[in-house]
């Protein structure tokens, strides 16, 4: 047998002849930002720094770190009255914060559904929901087809036979799902789920600031929030900030405080960090954050009418987060670099992250991005396209050029 290292070097190895392999960047700061999480531009809003600064030092004597959990020293009156906060402006009986979205998705799923329940999944759910259900007490831990009503329904009566009617469902999906920009059909699903008594979390983790009165999320914005038992709310996408809160039913808060492990044995977010969320939430839902919501819903419109793709190449995405898709994971890569020598931060998406061959670019369009940057990014992504096409026939991972007369040649990877 290997020892250790030699392992972890061999299985390394795997991923980098895969083209897989992961590693930390660090991004130019003079490239322009088609990339981040931040939809409305409030990490880099000089008011909002400025906002938030004068706030913390209304705190002089407030301590650098939270100094433990919630259930030891890291809870305070400020932590209690954000939790009270957040519950009134999104509408909902009670709101608990956490460290962060994972933690809060984990949290949850490990722990509130009881033994002989089950967990029913949209297929593309966050990656941190379906860690949640490896530890939890269901029964029963399945998924139905992407926004697909009829497979959700299909698999609602397989699971009602196994489990029968007296045990709990959850069903867990996205308000905004981070890789295609789609939205859940959330007042249809809502439908489909009374007859059989279901519970529905929903992720707003990427609607959060963006979408609803003053960006409190798309089941606001429905008016559902009665009908949906939990909703998790980030921090850290459009707000700028990090943590997250998870909303329901005061018993619920009761019962996560009690039992959701990653809060428990978790140190909590540091008063700064309590502070910079107050002060976010209070910059989005104001004039300013109408504005935004306004300017990037502009932007977003400018670029889905400036670009002129191959057919099934441009995911039908009207948010703020726009898929490429180019078959097989070196050739995102490499349009990938030819974007990023070009100046404009874009990232790749390979599998197993996305399904094989539907590989891309993920373009996050913000609300303080330009016409002329989403232009200039258009026309890279287009001539790309124009200069370079796949044969279908062969190996999906080949890409090719066209010169004026049409002869395919392989373009080497130096040049990209």
């Known amino acids: 047998m290997l020892p250790l290292i030699e392992q972890l070097e061999a299985t390394l190895e795997k991923r980098i002849k895969r083209n897989l392999i992961r590693s930390l960047v660090v991004t130019s700061p003079n490239s322009v930002d088609f990339s981040s999480n931040d939809f409305l531009g409030l990490s880099r809003n000089s008011t909002l720094q400025k906002n938030y600064l004068k706030a913390l030092s209304n705190f002089p004597q407030s301590l650098l770190g939270s100094t433990g959990s919630r259930l030891l020293d890291g809870n305070s009156s400020y932590a209690e009255s954000l939790d009270t906060f957040l519950a009134q402006f999104h509408k909902s009986e009670s709101a608990l914060t956490f460290t962060s979205g994972f933690d809060a998705n984990v949290g949850f799923f490990s722990c509130v559904p009881q033994p002989g329940d089950a967990i029913i999944l949209d297929e593309f759910v966050h990656?941190?929901?379906?860690?949640?259900?490896?530890?939890?007490?269901?029964?029963?831990?399945?998924?139905?087809?992407?926004?697909?009503?009829?497979?959700?329904?299909?698999?609602?009566?397989?699971?009602?036979?196994?489990?029968?009617?007296?045990?709990?469902?959850?069903?867990?999906?996205?308000?905004?799902?981070?890789?295609?920009?789609?939205?859940?059909?959330?007042?249809?699903?809502?439908?489909?789920?009374?007859?059989?008594?279901?519970?529905?979390?929903?992720?707003?983790?990427?609607?959060?600031?963006?979408?609803?009165?003053?960006?409190?999320?798309?089941?606001?914005?429905?008016?559902?929030?009665?009908?949906?038992?939990?909703?998790?709310?980030?921090?850290?996408?459009?707000?700028?900030?990090?943590?997250?809160?998870?909303?329901?039913?005061?018993?619920?808060?009761?019962?996560?405080?009690?039992?959701?492990?990653?809060?428990?044995?978790?140190?909590?977010?540091?008063?700064?960090?309590?502070?910079?969320?107050?002060?976010?939430?209070?910059?989005?839902?104001?004039?300013?954050?109408?504005?935004?919501?306004?300017?990037?819903?502009?932007?977003i419109r400018k670029f889905r009418t400036s670009i002129k793709l191959p057919d099934d190449t441009l995911l039908p995405s009207e948010s703020a987060i726009q898929g490429v898709v180019i078959p097989g994971n070196e050739n995102a890569v490499k349009l990938s670099q030819a974007i990023q020598k070009a100046g404009y931060n874009v990232k790749p998406i390979r599998s197993p992250t996305v399904p094989v061959g539907k590989e891309r670019l993920r373009i996050c369009i913000h609300a303080d991005n330009t016409e002329e940057e989403i232009l200039g990014l258009a026309n890279i992504i287009q001539s790309y396209f124009r200069d370079h096409v796949y044969d279908k026939n062969k190996d999906s991972n080949v890409i090719r050029g066209i010169n004026s007369t049409k002869k395919q040649v392989t373009i080497p990877t130096s040049k990209l």
């Open 127 to 299: 990656a941190s929901v379906h860690d949640g259900t490896r530890s939890t007490r269901a029964s029963i831990v399945t998924t139905f087809k992407h926004n697909d009503l009829g497979s959700l329904e299909e698999t609602l009566t397989k699971v009602v036979e196994k489990i029968g009617s007296q045990k709990n469902m959850f069903v867990a999906v996205e308000s905004l799902y981070s890789m295609d920009g789609d939205f859940a059909p959330i007042k249809e699903i809502v439908e489909v789920l009374k007859p059989y008594n279901a519970y529905l979390f929903v992720d707003e983790a990427h609607a959060t600031g963006v979408y609803g009165s003053q960006g409190r999320g798309i089941v606001c914005e429905l008016g559902l929030e009665r009908e949906v038992f939990a909703r998790l709310h980030t921090f850290g996408k459009a707000l700028a900030c990090n943590g997250a809160a998870i909303l329901g039913p005061k018993v619920l808060r009761s019962y996560l405080i009690n039992y959701a492990r990653p809060l428990i044995y978790s140190t909590f977010l540091p008063h700064s960090s309590l502070v910079a969320i107050r002060c976010s939430y209070e910059f989005m839902s104001g004039e300013i954050g109408d504005q935004l919501r306004k300017n990037l819903r502009e932007l």
